[in-house]
C-alpha cells in the first residue's frame, strides 16, 4: 500500500491506494486482455496510469 502523495501527477494523489500492472509482450494481442482487466480495476475505482497503453 502507498500512502497518499501531494504532488498532482502522482497515481496517489487522489489517497493511498496500491499499483496494479498487467504486462504482456509486445507482439502478442493485448487490447482483449487489457479490456478485460481495465472493467475489473474500473468497479474497484482504479485508475489508469497517464503514461502507459490502455484500451
Not at 9 to 33: C, D, E, T, V
Amino acid at each position: 500500500m502507498a500512502a497518499i502523495a501531494h504532488i498532482w501527477m502522482s497515481p496517489f494523489n487522489a489517497g493511498p491506494g496500491a499499483p496494479i500492472s498487467l504486462h504482456q509482450y509486445a507482439k502478442m494481442p493485448w487490447r482483449s486482455a487489457f479490456v478485460e482487466m481495465e472493467a475489473v480495476l474500473r468497479d474497484g475505482a482504479g485508475r489508469p496510469h497517464w503514461a502507459k497503453r490502455h484500451a
